[in-house]
Nanobody, 128 residues
Framework: QVQLTESGGESVQAGGSLRLSCAVS????????LGWFRQAPGQEREGIAGIVANLNTIYADSVKGRFTISKDSATNTLYLQMNSLKPEDTAMYYCAAADNYRCRFGGPWLRTDVYSHWGQGTQVTVSS
């Protein structure tokens, strides 16, 4: 059974940095697509960063230039480096993975309906 486990979320001051990790088991991160999503209270889950097998990436406009998605094949881990954090970045952050037709021949994706495997989330709180 595919498992994704996020870590690295914590409370930081605005302008600070965090690196989130997503340990992936069973699923080979060299294949398919991987993504980071976030959900603030009362809001829908939104895609913020995605990466595919050929290392192409995509970012939401709200994080472009501040966040970087990457993966380490040796440890089967997905990362999200977050710099210049803002209070509006406060949310629960989730990693996701999929290996389907859309991932093999398209993407990267920020759409939640593309992804079939999800982690439980890690909380990021940014104070002003």
């Amino acid at each position: 059974q595919v498992q994704l486990t996020e870590s690295g979320g914590e409370s930081v001051q605005a302008g600070g940095s965090l690196r989130l990790s997503c340990a992936v088991s069973v699923f080979n991160i060299n294949n398919g697509c991987l993504g980071w999503f976030r959900q603030a209270p009362g809001q829908e889950r939104e895609g913020i960063a995605g990466i595919v097998a050929n290392l192409n990436t995509i970012y939401a406009d709200s994080v472009k230039g501040r966040f970087t998605i990457s993966k380490d094949s040796a440890t089967n881990t997905l990362y999200l480096q977050m710099n210049s954090l803002k209070p509006e970045d406060t949310a629960m952050y989730y990693c996701a993975a999929a290996d389907n037709y859309r991932c093999r021949f398209g993407g990267p994706w920020l759409r939640t309906d593309v992804y079939s495997h999800w982690g439980q989330g890690t909380q990021v709180t940014v104070s002003s």
